[in-house]
Nanobody, 128 residues
Framework: VQLQASGGGLAQPGASLRLSCATS????????WGWFRQAPGKEREGVSCISSTDGATHYADSVKGRFTVSHDNDQDTVYLQMNSLKPEDTAVYYCAFTYIFGGAGYPLPTEIYQYDVWGQGTLVTVSS
């Protein structure tokens, strides 16, 4: 499995950006995509994740109500729609992949160690 993230850039506070993560090479249909971010001088943290089985999602409290994760019908691309951006959202954003699947009553994988395939990261800078 390989991941290719894109869509980062410079945005003003209150603006929106949409990140994309294209997936190639996955042989099975049940898995989870995750979005993580790492701000300068800080540890990487989880942002959101989505299950391929039923579309169940999870969001970090810091982005809940502002960010939306989704995937296309072919399940080859996952998106992170980021609205009402704040300066504290500035970070390198990473998409990740795991065959640990959640949803349908099972907990979604939200921890970094649960993901074993990572994209290269895309920088999001929120500044006026």
């Amino acid at each position: 499995v390989q991941l290719q993230a894109s869509g980062g850039g410079l945005a003003q506070p209150g603006a929106s950006l949409r990140l994309s993560c294209a997936t190639s090479g996955r042989p099975f249909s049940r898995f989870t995509w995750g979005w993580f971010r790492q701000a300068p001088g800080k540890e990487r943290e989880g942002v959101s994740c989505i299950s391929s089985t039923d579309g169940a999602t999870h969001y970090a409290d810091s982005v809940k109500g502002r960010f939306t994760v989704s995937h296309d019908n072919d399940q080859d691309t996952v998106y992170l729609q980021m609205n009402s951006l704040k300066p504290e959202d500035t970070a390198v954003y990473y998409c990740a992949f795991t065959y640990i699947f959640g949803g349908a009553g099972y907990p979604l994988p939200t921890e970094i160690y649960q993901y074993d395939v990572w994209g290269q990261g895309t920088l999001v800078t929120v500044s006026s």
